[in-house]
């Protein structure tokens, strides 16, 4: 659940996302909000890919934020130094 929350707070950020949760009926969740699918035993996993379809959210961000650190230039090319 901790992954599912952080995935929705980084996507919409962590205020409108509890919002979201609360109010946007989704069929592909039989006519739940997130919450309500939640409550009823659904897998985030399943919950999370109906709010990115219904949000239209990229593949590309449906994993989360790319947190990995942009080492600069000057710095790789001294590596093989």
């Known amino acids: ?12 950020g962590a205020g409108y996302a509890h919002t979201l949760a609360r109010h946007h009926v989704l069929e592909a969740l039989g006519g739940r909000t997130v ?5 009823a035993g659904l897998p985030p996993r399943q919950v999370w890919h109906a709010i990115c379809d219904a949000m239209d959210v990229p593949e590309s961000r ?8 942009d080492v600069p230039r000057s710095v790789t090319d001294s590596i093989g130094e």
């Open 62 to 69: 449906r994993l989360g934020e790319d947190t990995t650190m």
């Open 1 to 12: 659940m901790s992954q599912f929350w952080s995935l929705m707070e980084g996507e919409f």
């Open 35 to 39: 919450n309500e699918a939640l409550d």
